[in-house]
């Protein structure tokens, strides 16, 4: 928030710094220089780098994500990836590079993905990072300077950055190591890179080397400039001069702590430490225009014909200044300056405008633009300080590339604070104009929700009041707030809990918790830790208090990993997209323009003031009225003031009637949230004067177009045209959702802001509505925005498990990872259901061109306008989403997000189908029988509902087409989750819709599904009648078999007897004896020959019967010795059953048909071989059975009595 100075245009939007997936980290052990002469030479070695957080503490996890330098570096010459994010690591030992672009081409296939970790063997020196663009060939050009003064060359190809084989080659390749000469017995202080082959180092001793690279015989030729050439005195040791410390060396006062090539390629131009600019002749040598940094003139007097100071009152720049120089190409000006130079002394922290008219005049070369004109940024006003110092600043050339509209950016640090800050002007203005300017007109960026002051200003943060009532969900509540997406990273909250779980095992904490998930981890260290305070088991609310302690306790750590994360390292400017952004420790910030709203809110202090907006505040907010911002700001007050409770009961009950169906009138509504609420209990008589004093008016004057007006602001308006040419990367995705996520945030709060207000006014204003102001207009208004920003809020906070794509190469990205992982939709990407259901929507939006630093404004108020355009969309919109998650089988989060659908015939079909995913059947049938009528037989049109394709091709021709064919769809639904009883009752009431129309097909598949899912819940009656209802001969037979099988399985064969089987008495009985003759084992098997018995008994086919039991009689006698046992009596009782059968028939009738196995050669025409038993009919009588049977009770009593032979006289037996 903007305190006391400087209005607020800009807002930082800060993107997490974590690797796109498992293995998407590929580390290099970079080779030292061959001519090293200490130890061994380091081998280089590659490594794929998956991310463990095991064990990981607070040293630990500095050394792998707090970078302490970084920048981005933009390519010119190629087209994806352009922007890269660099940060050098672990005690300067590593150097991180990944692709930081927003979007690129649709006709990409490959996402640039990828993180590179260089490892070198000496630490990198501070300032000596620098990068440079082949424009040959498709890739990146490293040059870093290590402590043991070698020289790397690193030529990354692009395919280094998409593609982890591209990378598996010989390091040596594309990593040249050198030890340029002119490094030797010195420091490099300042590496800049002027081509891929040009390069400009400043020495401790205050040389300027360039370093020009010979292809011929692969060195690094190089030039000095130093005011004394070489010489003896150049050798000797220069501490009798004026030194400055500078990491544990002491560095010349001529030290170049800037250099730079002029844009005529005619001189270098170097700002030394002794607060000099100066020019050097490339060609010569010799260094030519020179002044102080603050044109005194006395100061230069005080240099000696060396150059160098004599330390009689100099003034010293820092060591560690990271900026203070700056050349623009803008010719003209003061008496034709072939171009500007633009310098910083730390001294007064004055900006000095230079004109550079010839580089080698000594005295008149290098001219003050404005020399009556002090340039000091007002920032101790800006950040209510009076130390403070300059980090680091940009100056952009006006859109003309002249000094019209010219802008500079600044990033200043007091104390731990760093902030940014902007100004427009124009170097030619009056000195007046520039003077008003420069202390009136700055504007700054506001650092966002994420720093740990804005989290604790969120309206989420669980804070001591809401945990401490009976209420609240303490667990769930941090919960929520901890794994927020793009809030805190894994690393964060991973290592935040392995300092935490000390307080359980101190030797070692990551084993104290080992299982589950992380969220799951935290709260059972919350809970452990929590049972381990004193008193907390003594009642429940004891031990709420020890969980809500340690809930506090978790944070706290979280929260000083959290800070750490966003120390400010650089700021960087896109001169191509004009747009700044921001470096810090672990975060990549891009700064983008406020919405109107942030406006409101970031400058309350201004715009509640009663003197008049001026500059650029009054500029950004020409639309809007005073009165609005007074009511926007003066309500936020208000709700933030009510106690905490209250305002979560206001926000359940408005979100119950955002999601009711009831039939209430509106005031009836507004009647119930408020009574329901028991808001106006809750105000004071102090609370409406101070409501008062900050809408500058009273409550009654309020009319319904100041709140009208005030909703007009949170509309998006369209401008352009889609393009369908650009598709999303992974950091414009983060930056996409991050935007969105903080405008839904504040567009939801600011309406229920609106709300409780307006629900106060409502009840206070009951008796007596002024003129000219309408609640329920006001009302209806702000209930459907609530809705919607309700909604979308949801889709911007859900992560869903099962990723989408977001374009061609995110697409195969997925598809990569899904092969490799062999782990199908599910991939160890953390995703939104937002940004997996709108991303690859996203540019289809109107985007115009141009938009600069509103590209990310623009992007996240389209995103999350374009989803609700109209009123009437909100059902579609929903219902859309809602199959969505079922077809993504996100069944939990369908079962949340099921609240937002209505009542409508499609979203009822929808509920249907999640109850039957999560096996609620019997809801699910509700459902269906619900919309039945209105999806069987209205004008309904599945193509037009069904976008995602959760009805099937096939079951698309179901819809509208009559009852039968849509209960036969909801029969298939319910048969691929085995849900038979309900499959059964469908099809039945599919049946009974039958008007005799529809075509036999239906009928016959409505039967045969009522047939299948009767057999398999026992429902045998019900089987048995569809059976015979059938008209296919063949299919009626089929399940007849299917019925008898089944039945007898589950030993039902009484039941099965008693059916009348009218016309398949013959089925039955073909099918029966073809299943005794299947049968294996006719004494452990099913007892189809007893079921066939009694078939034919029952339909006095008695020689069939004795037939049947013959036959068996016959097997049991051959293929199992059991029965030859005498004390089994199944051969007897088999015997007695057949004569008994026989005797009920007449003397003549008294026979059977039997096969008989007999001995014979077989027939010559049956070819190679013999048949040594063949069958032969023959006839049993009655008589025969006695015999058998006589002959059956011999054997046994001969067996009893030992007398029984060794071998079967009927057998053959082979004596050789």
Known sequence: MVKSGGACLYKEARLNIEPAFPGSTVSFTLPAHTNSTFGTRATAKRTVITEQYADQDEESFMRRNLATDGSLFF???????????????????????????????????LEANLTLLLKFPSPIRPFCVAFAEPVDRDALTVFAITTANELYTITLHRDFFTSPAASEQEIENWCKTSEPVLFSGRIPYRLESLAVDDLLVSLDDGAICRLLWDRDNKVWEGSRYQNSNWSVRGLLSWKTQPTVRFDSADFAASAAAAVALSPDKQHILSVSLDHTLRAWNVASGKPGAQTDLLGQSGALERTNANGHANGNGSYFIGSSQAKLMAVLDIPGGVEGANYHIVTYSPKQHQFRFWGVRDGDDLHNGIVDVQPLVEFVPPVDELMNTTVWSMEEFHVIPGPAGTWRGTELWIRARSGPSSRVYSLKFDLHDEPDSLERVWKHEWVSVDAGPLTVEGLKRSPTFPDQQDTANDDVDTSGQWLDFLFYPGRFTTATLETALNIFARGIDRKRPSRAVSTGSLKERICSTVSMLAAKAPNSTRDVDDFEDAVSAQWQAFYGLVKDLHKRRGESLSLVYDAEMSAPWLVLSDYVSAIRVCSELELTTLNAAALTSTQPLRGPLARALDKSTPDVARLLNAASSFRQRLPSFVQRGVERQLEADALQSRSLTVIDRMELIESQSELVQHVSEEDLALIVDELGTEIKDLSSETFLQAIRILPFDEEGRPNNRKQLARFGLNALLRVSQETLERDYHAVLDLLVLLLVMFVELEGDPPEGFDATEVFVELALKFRDYMTVSWLARTVWSHQTSTGPASEAVN????????????LPITQTVMEGIYGIRFFDLPMPKGLRARQLTYWGRAWVASMFKDEY?????????????????????????????TDGNWATYLKARLHVALGENALASVYFQKVAYTL???????????????????????????LAKYYSHVVGLFEKVKAYSYVAEFAQLG??????????????????????????????????????????????HSSLQTLIISMVGQSQAATLLMFPFVGLADDVDTILSSLCHKILNVGSGPPYHQILYSFRISRNNFRGAASILYERLQRLKTTSSKFQDPANDSLIQSYLMIINTLSSVAKEDAYILTEQKIDETAPPQWGLGKAKKLLKRQIVTLDTLRKEYQAELDRIAAIESGQFPFVDPADDVDIL
């Open 815 to 826: 598809r990569t990872l899904s092969e490799n992982l062999k782990t199908g939709k599910k």
């Open 991 to 1036: 049946l009974r819709s039958l008007t005799g129309r529809e075509d036999q097909e239906t009928k016959t598949e409505l039967l045969q599904r009522l047939f299948s899912a009767s057999i398999q819940t026992a429902r045998f009656q019900e089987a048995y009648t569809a059976m015979t209802r059938h008209s296919d001969a063949a299919l009626k």
């Open 873 to 901: 969309m909100y059902d579609s919109v929903v219902e859309d989403n809602m199959g969505i998650l079922l077809y993504q089988k996100e069944y939990d989060l369908a079962l949340d997000f099921a609240k937002f659908l």
């Open 75 to 109: 390519r010119k010459h190629h087209e994806y990836p352009r922007t890269f994010l660099w940060r050098v690591l672990n005690n300067r030992n590593i150097l991180e590079i990944q692709a930081a672009d927003l979007d690129h081409d649709s006709s990409h296939n």
């Open 936 to 962: 069987a037989l209205g004008m309904f049109s599945v193509e037009d509902v069904d976008s995602v394709g959760l009805v099937s091709e096939t079951d698309r021709n179901l819809f509208s087409e009559g």
